[in-house]
Structure formats: structure tokens, C-alpha cells
């Protein structure tokens, strides 16, 4: 069992930044690959970003991409979303979750661990 917590959300103006942090409790997520989500209210959760477990290769969704950065960082054991020219439709729950799929995870069902959620919300 994985037990994963992001940290980082909050309020911030469009146009400005916020970096989400992704760390297991109590066990390392090493071996699997990472992805981050997110849910607006009244809309299915949608992909947003994920990472090889080498933290080599990000894949982003068409939406983020050119403004959000995945990276992550095996000696501190965290995964990083770093999000810059934040838009108002980036408000959002976002979940950071770990997948054992050996290609890339674009879908929920391909992950088996989930985080809590950090609550994003960009003002206009």
C-alpha cells in the first residue's frame, strides 16, 4: 500500500504560479510511475502530467502543456508539479497518484494509489 500527500495548493491570481509537491507516507513510490490529475467540480477527474520512474520523461496533457513542469526527485522521494501562467479553468482538485503500468498512464483506472487532493483555485 501506497500512501501518497500532496501539499502546495492554494488561492493565486491568473497569470501567477504554484508549485504541488507528491510524497509517499511510510513507504517509497520508487518503482512506480506518477502522474498528477485533477477535478473541477461537475467534471470527471482529467490527466494532467506524469513521469517515468528514471524522472527522465514527463508527459503532459495538450491543455498544460509549455505552462507546467512535472519533475521529480528520487533522493527526496517527492514529485513536483510546478504550475506557471495559471488560468481561472485551472481551478481545480488536483491528485497526484501512483500507477505500476509499464507505459504511460493517461487514465484513472491505470493507477492504483491515490492521494487526498490540494485544493488549486485561480482568481480572474
Known amino acids: 500500500q501506497v500512501q501518497l500527500v500532496e501539499s502546495g495548493g492554494g488561492l493565486v491570481q491568473a497569470g501567477g504560479s504554484l508549485r504541488l509537491s507528491c510524497a509517499p507516507s511510510?513507504?517509497?513510490?520508487?518503482?512506480?510511475?506518477i502522474g498528477w490529475f485533477r477535478q473541477a467540480p461537475g467534471k470527471e477527474r482529467e490527466f494532467v502530467a506524469t513521469?517515468?520512474?528514471?524522472?527522465?520523461?514527463?508527459y503532459y496533457a495538450d491543455s498544460v502543456k509549455g505552462r507546467f513542469t512535472i519533475s521529480r526527485d528520487n533522493a527526496k522521494i517527492t514529485v513536483y508539479l510546478q504550475m506557471n501562467s495559471l488560468k481561472p479553468e485551472d481551478t481545480a482538485v488536483y491528485y497526484c497518484?501512483?500507477?505500476?503500468?509499464?507505459?504511460?498512464?493517461?487514465?484513472?483506472?491505470?493507477?492504483?494509489?491515490w492521494g487526498q487532493g490540494t485544493q488549486v483555485t485561480v482568481s480572474s
Open positions: 511510510g513507504r517509497t513510490f520508487s518503482g512506480y510511475l
Open positions: 513521469i517515468t520512474r528514471s524522472g527522465v520523461t514527463p
Open positions: 497518484a501512483a500507477s505500476r503500468f509499464t507505459g504511460w498512464a493517461t487514465k484513472t483506472y491505470e493507477y492504483d494509489y
